[in-house]
């Protein structure tokens, strides 16, 4: 029998902490259920190692989730990007099967983010990027630090209507009723598995299984019970996903199995997939 079926909406498994073992990873993962997972970009000189790695992955002789891309420019990295990276996305997504644009969105979590040049060009390339996602009809994977009302307002003046996920969502309830009224669902990270994170158990609570997915952000966000010391951060991969729905099926009190095929739908409707729910009920 089949664990439950999941999908990692917001990875960067593509990076060099799962160089030596990415593909034991993979099988693990879709041991556990993962039938799918998101490649997220954040630089354009990665994209071609982005598509080095879902190849790797998809070409792959053992058992593995289908991993899907969605290049974009992110927000925290904005001194690194240029113009011409706009261009590369763009011959991205008209040259290889792209299910998304992420992570784009805005981040003043430090001083030096909030700069105003600096903020105002992370403004222009997450307009830039909308409008290429407006463009190609995609929908993006928002990382909002510390600027949910700007980032609200941007997408309001694009009467941005493709959705998407607002990944790792830590906002309050207010904030995200807004992203979910204009089409957004709410990525849940393994922080779901932290007692002490009040707030986004409120947020949870409010929205409802509805407008949830799940996501690892491996490396990081690794759930409380995976997590190996206090000292040292433990290296989060995307088979940990499964303890992600378990926090989340505690905090919704929701049965594990009729959580799963909901959020199944909510990650298909996000990234307009039309997979039917495969998980298997045992006979
Ligand atoms: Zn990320």
Redesign the pocket.
């Known amino acids: 029998m089949r664990p439950l079926a999941l999908i990692d909406t917001?990875t960067?498994f593509d990076v060099p902490d799962f160089e030596h073992d990415r593909l034991a990873l993979a099988q693990l993962a879709y041991e556990r259920g993962v039938e799918a997972l998101v490649l997220?970009g954040?630089l354009a000189k990665r994209f071609d190692r982005l598509v080095q790695v879902q190849q790797q992955i998809n070409q792959a002789a053992t058992p593995h989730p289908q991993a899907l891309l969605a290049p974009g420019l992110?927000p925290f990295y904005i001194n690194e990007h240029a113009e011409q990276d706009l261009q590369q996305l763009e011959q991205l997504i008209k040259t290889k099967h792209v299910i998304a644009i992420g992570?784009i969105g805005l981040d003043t979590f430090t001083a030096e983010m909030k700069q105003p040049t600096v903020f105002a060009r992370q403004q222009e390339f997450f307009s830039a990027q909308l409008d290429l996602a407006q463009q190609y009809d995609l929908p993006v994977m928002l990382?909002i630090r510390r600027a949910h009302a700007e980032t609200l307002a941007i997408l309001k003046k694009h009467n941005f209507k493709q959705g998407g996920i607002a990944?790792?969502f830590g906002g309050g309830v207010q904030e995200a009723k807004a992203f979910v009224k204009i089409g957004f669902k709410l990525g849940v990270t393994g922080q779901v598995t932290n007692p002490n994170v009040k707030r986004l158990h409120q947020v949870i609570q409010a929205v409802g299984a509805a407008h949830l997915v799940l996501e690892t952000?491996c490396p990081?966000m690794t759930p409380l019970c995976c997590q190996q010391s206090h000292e040292h951060r433990t290296r989060n991969t995307p088979a940990n996903l499964p303890y992600v729905l378990d926090g989340l099926s505690q905090i919704l009190k929701m049965d594990q199995q009729k959580l799963a095929a909901q959020i199944w739908q909510n990650s298909c409707d996000a990234l307009n997939l039309d997979w039917n729910y495969l998980h298997v009920i045992p006979h």
């Open positions: 917001h960067h997220i954040f992110h992570e990382h990944h790792a952000d990081d």
